[in-house]
């Protein structure tokens, strides 16, 4: 089974991490941080990766540090989970509408890590959530996950709905990704003999 379990403890997080790629999309995530929550269980969701997230971290100073380590975390269970990616499709992509929003993503497994992040925010927070976190998120799990990442807000207006948007878009993309073709027969997806 392509599962995988991280820990990472830092003088300013202490984080767990388990995943199930060839799950259902169930999730129990709790990193004290609220709105984050509500979109890693986007991200399971819509991903089918079964998720559980625990987190408790220096929320005290602010969230930064909670919501950037879980990042790195969830990237490093991704590279793990993932294993040789043979027979997987290792591309994805996925233009999601969310009301007056809709973002898009693409991204390539390839083991080189890369964020292309044109999404703007009309507000600095959501609540009390910094919008400016949603792009540390995703550069976290780009780098430690091995993951070329394009996110485009093509248009929108609610900070909600764009942040919203693009935890759902990347998450089809990185089910699209993730899933094994049946025809690869356990090949790997690159002409280079390695990923």
């Known amino acids: 089974m392509r599962i995988a379990k991280i820990t990472r403890d830092t003088a300013e997080t202490q984080i767990s991490v388990e995943i199930n790629l060839d799950g259902t999309g169930t999730y129990d995530n709790q990193t004290g941080v609220g709105f984050f929550d509500h979109m890693l269980d986007q991200l399971s969701r819509h991903s089918l990766i079964d998720m559980t997230v625990r987190a408790k971290g220096d929320t005290h100073i602010d969230d930064h540090h909670t919501v950037e380590d879980v990042g790195i975390a969830l990237g490093q269970a991704l590279t793990k989970a993932v294993g040789d990616k043979k027979g997987m499709n290792r591309y994805g992509h996925f233009a999601l509408a969310m009301d007056d929003t809709q973002v898009a993503t693409a991204l390539d497994l390839s083991a080189r890590p890369f964020l ?6 009309p507000t600095a927070k959501i609540g009390t959530f910094d919008t ?51 025809r690869m027969a356990g090949q790997l997806p690159s002409t280079k003999g390695a990923l």
């Open 132 to 182: 400016e976190l949603v792009r540390e998120f995703f550069q976290g799990l780009s780098t430690h996950g091995g993951i070329t990442l394009h996110i485009d807000r093509l248009h929108g207006f609610n900070s909600h709905h764009i942040a919203e948007a693009a935890f759902k878009s990347v998450a089809k993309a990185l089910r699209m990704a993730v899933e094994i073709d049946p």
């Open 116 to 121: 292309v992040w044109n999404v703007d925010f």
